[in-house]
């Protein structure tokens, strides 16, 4: 629902369109604008004439943004190449006050710059009528060259009126984009007047296989193929397979379904190219209307706009529980549902749903001494919960450095190694929202049903920045459906900023790197006095058990192609810094392998230890009973017959998967809980009160 006042008067700009309805029937612009009930603005974005041409090949990339109020309520497809798009996408837009009109902005899509201003245009919605479908037709101008003609865009709309129970249970997706550092995401603002309700109605998993006879786009004759994922705002991007027309992913990807008859994701395959713009290879949709629940489809899809196939397993299951309520309607309050919470998480229900690992609720109560990022001195500022892909808000309080939000969000959890992240915006109305804080809380690190005052950190993590906030957490968990889950693969984040080159970055990977090699060092030094009888005990106990351990190592040296087109210097500079970017990045992997394997034996995570130590020791037992080279014969067996038995399934190291629950150094820093400031105590405050 949208807070009336968020919503300030544009009416003074132009209302640019033209109406193809008959005249017959009840026209809005006769029912009391005062009205508080809400509506319901069904509109069908179906396709774009002459648009202007912004790209130096004559052509355009058009998207459309749709705004109410300030705030942008539905962004389009990117339509490539094309000054007569057709979209047929469909939004549905929730209005509180008709006063509003409906601004749709055209822009031009440019890859890594900013995005060309194709036109504009306004719809009143006070001439709209009621429950009658409407074709409209938009004149896009040019506020600053209102003689120029940018073409028009085509739309269908219908305004439904919402009333009394309906508005209770109302929300307002809400979509936040940061533009300056590609920073996107979907979420749900809940109204003030909202009780309690589940958000998405289901999961959507995606397995990307594999690619079949793709377009070539290199010169070598083949292609360097990586795939794009989009559903609504929600992004997934595949790893690249370098040189290959036939790729082999073997990658899932889940969404959130919020419409119940479904939706339609569109998938784009591209070739990675370095240091220019990547090479679009084709697109292919899939609908998910057309696809039955709780059954896994395989999807063999032809790639339009170019060549090839994609091989794809779906599968829709029902929603999760997640949920926004206030501080009143409390899940672990209520006795009912607090015993049913724990009886699903039992340790009978062992290998009932073992995706389902258990149960969060965070309790989002106030923040205190904020910073000021408007003019007035004042903020605007909103808080965003986070656990894995799952984002929520809550409502914005106006000028206010000491906001209340008292909310309750719930979570399903579906790796207990996960962090949650909640972070506090400043709103503003045209741009985007202003950093003011985040904390970082490791699950496994909660203290449950303990009202705490978390220091606000900066975008790193790394150092605190101004305020607190009060949060109340609660997790349950089945903790052997936790330890099952360490040993598969982490589910994927939505797409992110991606990694830029910095110099302090890369000093201190570097920094990192020497230390992990450094124990390496310092542990030859040791093999080697052991070979030189500085401690006969030691070497003797050391020939024992190395005595029959050989150890080979082979190298292999592969030789790059060398590029035989001429390079633009602009061209090279993108490629050498693309090169540092990735050193800077394998730097970072490999010294983050190395503190993980320290920080597991340091027991800075002790359940993960503890699991290493228990999975250590039923190995042992079952060494005792089954020799050996059994053990090895299961396990390649097992190995080698794994894509026999399932040809789809993802491939992953269990040792690998482990490791990657533990933190780095850098992690523990982000994590580490900041000492509040003795003032911001509750009791403190009372007794400064009293003074």
């Known amino acids: 629902m949208l807070d009336s006042s968020k919503l300030k008067s544009v009416c003074n700009l132009p209302l640019i369109y033209n109406k193809k309805i008959n005249t017959s029937g009840t026209s809005n612009a006769d029912v009391p604008l005062a009205d508080p009930g809400m509506y319901q603005l069904d509109i069908t974005l179906r396709r774009g004439q002459s648009l202007a041409a912004r790209d130096r090949g004559g052509t355009s990339d058009p998207y459309v943004k749709f705004k109410i109020g300030g705030k942008e309520v539905f962004r389009s497809k990117i339509i490539h190449k094309n000054l007569n798009p057709v979209w047929e996408e469909k939004a549905c837009v929730l209005v509180e006050h008709l006063r509003e009109p409906l601004y749709v902005k055209v822009f031009d899509y440019d890859f890594g710059l900013q995005d060309d201003f194709m036109g504009s245009a306004f719809l009143d919605l006070t001439q709209l009528e009621l429950n009658r479908p409407t074709d409209v037709t938009l004149t896009l101008k040019d506020p600053h060259y209102p003689d120029h003609d940018l073409g028009i865009i085509l739309l269908s709309v219908i305004l439904t009126p919402k009333e009394g129970e309906h508005r209770d249970v109302t929300m307002l997706m809400r979509k936040s984009w940061k533009r300056s550092s590609k920073f996107q995401t979907q979420s749900l603002r809940l109204s003030d007047v909202h009780r309690k309700s589940h958000l998405w109605r289901g999961i959507v998993s995606i397995t990307l296989i594999e690619g079949r006879d793709l377009k070539a786009m290199d010169s070598n004759g083949l292609s360097d193929p990586y795939v794009k994922f989009r559903l609504g705002h929600q992004k997934y991007k595949s790893k690249i397979m370098p040189k290959t027309l036939n790729p082999q992913w073997r990658e899932q990807f889940d969404f ?251 000093l201190r990977n570097f920094i990192r790197t020497k230390r992990c090699v450094m124990v390496l060092v310092n542990a030859a030094y040791y093999v080697n006095s052991c070979f030189d009888w500085d401690s006969p005990p030691r070497s003797l106990a050391a020939f024992v058990v190395v005595e029959d351990m050989l150890e080979d190592e082979e190298e292999e040296d592969e030789k790059d192609d060398k590029d035989s087109e001429k390079k633009g210097f602009m061209n090279k500079i993108y490629a050498i810094q693309e ?98 400031d003795p003032s911001h105590s509750p009791c403190k405050r009372k007794k400064n009160n009293l003074g």
């Open 256 to 506: 959130h379904l919020y419409e119940e008859r479904g939706g339609i994701i569109d998938i784009t395959a591209w070739d990675k190219d370095a240091g220019k713009r990547d090479d679009f290879i084709g697109r292919c949709q899939v609908d998910l209307s057309a696809l039955s629940r709780e059954q896994t489809h395989k999807l063999e899809l032809q790639l339009q706009e170019g060549e090839g196939h994609l091989v794809l397993l779906v599968t829709l299951t029902a929603s999760a529980t997640v949920s926004i309520s206030d501080l009143s309607v409390n899940s672990l309050e209520d006795q009912k549902e607090r015993e049913e919470i724990l009886q699903r998480y039992s340790p009978l229900r062992i290998f009932h749903n073992l995706k389902d690992v258990g149960f969060l609720q965070v309790k989002v109560i106030r923040a205190e001494g904020l910073m000021a990022a408007d003019v007035t001195g004042k903020s605007d500022p909103f808080c965003v919960v986070e656990l894995n892909n799952d984002r929520l808000l809550t409502h914005t309080v106006y000028k206010n450095l000491n906001p209340e939000w008292n909310k309750v969000f719930t979570f399903n959890i579906k790796d207990i190694h996960s962090v949650l992240e909640v972070t506090v915006y400043d709103e503003d109305r045209d741009r985007s929202a202003d950093f003011l804080g985040k904390v970082a809380i490791p699950l496994l690190s909660i203290q449950n049903g303990e009202q705490k005052a978390y220091v606000l950190k900066n975008k790193q993590l790394t150092g605190p920045t101004k305020g607190v906030i009060y949060l109340e957490i609660d997790v349950i968990f089945n903790a052997v459906k936790a330890s099952l889950r360490t040993l598969i693969p982490k589910e994927q984040k939505y797409i992110e900023e991606e990694n830029r080159l910095s110099k302090q970055l890369l």
């Open 579 to 676: 090169v540092c970017v990735s050193v800077q990045n394998i730097l970072d992997e490999v010294a983050s392998f190395g503190e993980r394997i320290k920080n597991t034996f340091n027991w800075t995570v002790p359940f993960l230890s503890w699991l290493a130590i228990v999975a250590l020791c039923v190995f042992i037992v079952i060494l005792y009973f089954i020799p050996l080279r059994y053990i090895v014969l299961a396990w390649g067996i097992n190995k080698f017959t794994k894509k026999l038995r399932c040809p789809y399934a993802i491939d992953n190291n269990e040792l690998l998967d482990f490791l990657s629950r533990v933190p780095s150094d850098v992690q523990v820093v982000q994590y580490q809980e900041l000492k509040p």
